[in-house]
Each structure stands twice: as C-alpha cells, then as structure tokens.
C-alpha cells in the first residue's frame, strides 16, 4: 500500500488476543480497527493491546465482522484496504470463513485491498486401514467359529458428521496404505478478485497406487499467506509437507480423516472418482468407480444408527478390535465357569 502511494488502513478480523493487530501497528500502519465476536475474547484483548501500549493506536470493537457499520461515527470511518484475520478452524471452514470473506468484501474493504491470506488449498489423499477404518465403521465380532453381525442400519451407516480431527504424524506409517497421491481438491480465494462458492463439488478421477478397501480421506490444508503466494503455511503432515525438516507444531490446526460414504474395494491401477463437497461450514467425501453414478450425498451425511453418536471414534475402535474382543471373551469364559462351578456347589460347602 505504501508502495502504491496510499495509507495504510488496517482490518483485523476475529483479533483474538490482538496479535495480528498489534503487529499490523507495529509495522507502522496508519489506522488498525479490530472486531472481535466473542465478548469475554473481546475484553482479553481489549486488556492485552492496553498492556502493550498499543491503545490509542487500535481501536477494539466488539462485534461480529457481519454487525460492523461503515462510514463518520460508525464502527470504520472507511473501508480498510488490508484485511488480516485468522478465522479458520482443522476443517478450515468450519468458523465460517465463507461468510465472513463474503461480506468483508461487499461491505468493509476497498477494491483493490491486500488480503491476508490471499487463498487456500484444500487437499486429500485416499487410504486403506484397517486401524483407520475401525475407528468409524461397526465391524462383525468374530470369535473362534462364531459372528456376530452388526444390524445393516449399523454397519452401512456414513457415520458421525462432526470433524475426526487428529495428528496424522502420530498414526505409525504401517498402519495405512495410501490408495493416491495427495490431491488438490479446491482452491479458496480470499482476495474478493473472484467470488467464494458457498458450496461447491470437485470430482477428480485417481489411478490406485495399490489395492484395498477404501476406508479413509486423509485432508489438510494450506494457506498461500500473501497475494504473490510466496509464504506458504502448510498444515500438511511430514510426508506431503513442503519443508519437512521445518515443520511447526501445531495442535490448534491438525488434519483431518473422513469417511468415504459408499464402501468400495479397488485394484491397483483402477480408476476411481474421489468426490468432495462442501456447504458452508463443513466438507464431506466419497468415492465411486469410474463406471458408476456416485450416491455421495448432496448435504453433509450424518449418523442415522445412533451408533456414531452413542460412541466416540476410540470407543467404535476398541469395540472393533479383533484382538480386545477375543481377550475379552476368553475372560469372559473363564469367569462363566467359575459361576457355573460356583453354583453348582452346595451351599454348605462354600
Ligand atoms: C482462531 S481465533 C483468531 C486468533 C487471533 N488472530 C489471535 O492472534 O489471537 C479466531 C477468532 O475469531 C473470532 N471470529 C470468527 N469469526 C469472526 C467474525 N466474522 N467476526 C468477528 N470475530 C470472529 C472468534 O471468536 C475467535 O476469537
């Protein structure tokens, strides 16, 4: 903005603590205006910019980004010509970056402002697990020569809607295959240059690197944080990430597993369509052979067994696995026996 001869008019969007504000004023900005929807957010920031000296230099309104008014002895004497804010969640969307875009740039900034950040990448790679798949999909309880099958509501259920959010660094390499390379699947445009779909539908056809059921969709994200898209901010794990050896820690943003809608088993080689959506708030996966109609459905699928909801994501795992459920039957036998030995003993004798 300096470079183009104008004054610097700063929008902070979600403030926070107050920390991309006190920045933006430490950068020598000519006015920072800050808004924060929370109100007990709103008043430790209120606190924390009075600390670090920076009162008379922002001002703090707490309100929603959507409530703001424009114009003389309104809550911005003017439109800002940069935005900064920080209003993304694992899903990215899920605190309703859409939204809060859309409107900043209809109603609170300039049209040829600086957006930070400028876009994001949404990206998925597809996985066959076993570990994976049992933490969301009901499983037969096999033991020895019997099986107990889960109801069909059960076992085909699409599972809970909320996020499974996770550190996918922490799930040991042998534990999953990967089905296709790390794919881009949609690009956000925070720069108001072209509008942000409120929904929108990517289908991309993937050759399996190898063969399974496809249990999972490993998603994450990354922000190209300035218009030139020279600082990359990445939330990829360490195998997909672009500087592996230079990797922050972060528990805030992590990634993300979903699971696939239809129940699919592909070869090496096959071709498959990877079918992603999103609403608003929220994004959901499927997948479909090249041949087939997909069935992903048009909104977010959610739990219609009940299952999903009564159970969290460990909880479905331990009652799915194999090993835990042949121990426990075994104890269970052992202490059956002692019952039954126990009362078939004369009272007396005990
Ligand atoms: C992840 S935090 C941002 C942290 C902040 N940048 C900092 O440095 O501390 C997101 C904040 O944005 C607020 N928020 C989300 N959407 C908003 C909106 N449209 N208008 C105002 N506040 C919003 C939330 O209440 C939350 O406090």
């Not at 903005?1 to 610097?8: E, F, L, Y």
């Not at 600086?114 to 076993?130: C, E, G, H, K």
């Amino acid at each position: 903005m300096r470079q183009r001869g104008q004054a610097v008019h700063v929008l902070d969007i979600g403030t926070g603590t107050g920390l991309l504000s006190m920045m933006a004023a430490k950068l020598g900005a000519d006015t920072v205006y800050a808004c924060e929807a929370f109100k007990p957010m709103a008043e430790c920031a209120s606190k924390i910019i009075a600390e670090n000296g920076f009162a008379d230099k922002i001002k703090l309104v707490p309100k929603r980004s959507t409530d703001l008014t424009v114009g003389q002895g309104k809550d911005l004497p003017r439109r800002a010509n940069i935005l900064v804010t920080e209003v993304f969640d694992t899903e990215l969307i899920g605190e309703g970056a859409i939204g809060t875009f859309t409107h900043a740039h209809k109603q609170l900034l300039e049209e040829d402002c600086i957006v930070i950040p400028s876009y994001a990448n949404l990206y998925v790679q597809v996985v066959t697990s076993d570990l994976v798949r049992r933490w969301n999909r009901v499983e037969d309880i096999v033991v020895n020569d019997s099986r107990v099958t889960a109801p069909d509501e059960i076992s085909s259920c699409g599972g809970a809607p909320s996020l499974h959010d996770l550190q996918l660094d922490q799930l040991p390499m042998d534990t999953f295959t990967v089905l296709t390379e790390p794919k881009r699947v949609f690009r956000f445009d925070f720069t108001g240059k072209t509008s942000l779909p409120f929904e929108n539908t990517s289908i991309l056809d993937c050759t399996m690197k190898n063969s399974g059921s496809v249990d999972a969709v490993f998603m994450w994200w990354d922000l190209e944080m300035d218009p030139d898209s020279e600082i990359i901010l990445s939330c990829a794990p360490r195998w997909a990430h672009p500087t592996p050896d230079n990797m922050q820690w972060r528990d805030h943003w992590m990634q993300a597993i979903y699971y696939p809608y239809s129940q699919l088993t592909v070869a090496k080689g096959d071709s498959v369509k990877v079918i992603s959506k999103h609403d608003e708030y929220s994004l959901w996966f499927d997948v479909a052979m090249d041949t087939v109609k997909d069935n992903c459905p048009e909104e977010h699928p959610i739990c219609r067994c009940g299952a999903h909801i009564s159970y969290g994501r460990a909880r479905m795992g331990m009652l799915n696995d194999p090993d835990r459920n042949k121990l426990y039957m075994e104890i269970l036998r052992k202490v059956f026996i002692y019952l039954l030995d126990v009362s078939t003993q004369p009272v007396t004798s005990l």
